[in-house]
């Protein structure tokens, strides 16, 4: 029993990571219908700032994880703004080619100036032990901050003006416009949200997992996943479907063997796109 109950545990801290990988990835794709490529190399940039501020200027990543997740808002929004919303009515051909451009020069600058070498930030915050069950701090962090990310970015949605109008444009753009919503600033705004979300998951990421430019195309093929199983625009259905990957890995590990967890993930989602392709709680419109 105790077995069982320690593949859930470390299934679902993984599930948080992953619905924390997915769910800016999975806002821009829904609102701009933009593949945005460039959002596995958002995650590494993040976790190499929170490890570089926290090697030589001794800020913890719990403190630069509000100055990383605002410089990527910058950076994102002034990507979209000057050069994605361009070509964003383009065909999504266009826009995924374009982003995985632009992805490409991020990661080769930053393999050159941080080199391949995977780093960590090494804190130890140790363990817990509840009857049997091992629960690693540093991922029960993780997974609090995960969580506290997607919640935040679930009420921005709701309850603020630009959440609302992010929704009016996933929903219909044309009628958007004719209620004077500023669209290409809406885009904007949506794909920095997006930086933003990327920054922050690589931050806490840098806690638990060594950070290296090799880890890009691992995030972005993450994120594609939970994005097709929890259903694509959905805060919800990312963390949904990001704590189910999360326990379906776990349990294949540990049952199949690790070299098959990824697989089974894969095979999943092709099932999904089979029979339910909307996701286990997708929609046309958006929530």
């Known amino acids: 029993m105790e077995a069982y109950l320690q593949i859930v545990v470390n299934g679902l801290m993984l599930g948080a990571l992953y619905a924390c990988i997915a769910v800016g990835f999975s806002l821009v794709w829904g609102v701009l219908n933009v593949v945005n490529m460039l959002h596995g190399s958002f995650i590494v940039l993040g976790g190499y700032l929170a490890f570089f501020a926290w090697q030589y200027l001794g800020v913890n990543p719990l403190l630069s994880l509000v100055a990383i997740s605002t410089l990527l808002f910058l950076i ?15 065909p999504v051909l266009t826009t995924l080619t374009l982003t995985f451009g632009l992805d490409m020069i991020l990661y080769n600058v930053m393999t050159v100036a941080f080199t ?3 780093r960590r930030i090494a804190l130890d915050f140790g363990s817990l032990d509840i009857r049997g069950v091992v629960i690693p701090l540093d991922r029960l962090v993780a997974m609090a901050l995960a969580f506290i990310l997607t919640g935040l970015l679930f009420l921005l949605l709701r309850s603020s003006k630009l959440g609302r109008s992010i929704v009016a ?3 219909d753009r044309d009628a958007a416009l004719l209620m004077g919503i500023r669209v290409n600033r809406v885009y904007a705004a949506t794909f920095g949200i997006g930086a933003m979300m990327a920054g922050a998951c ?3 990421l840098a806690i638990v997992y060594p950070i290296t430019s090799n880890m890009t195309d691992l995030y972005l093929g993450k994120a594609f996943v939970v994005c097709v199983i929890g259903g694509l625009g ?5 963390l949904l479907g990001g704590l189910t990957l999360g326990v379906i890995e776990s349990a294949a590990g540990d049952f199949l063997g690790p070299q098959h967890a990824l697989t089974l993930g894969f095979v999943l989602m092709l099932l999904l796109l089979m029979f339910k392709p909307t996701g286990l709680v997708g929609r046309r419109g958006y929530e």
């Open 76 to 90: 994102g929004w002034f990507l979209q703004f000057a050069i994605i919303n361009r070509v964003v009515a383009q």
């Open 202 to 204: 690589g931050t806490v």
């Open 234 to 238: 959905s805060v919800p259905g990312a």
């Open 116 to 118: 391949a070498t995977p």
């Open 169 to 171: 444009v996933r929903m």
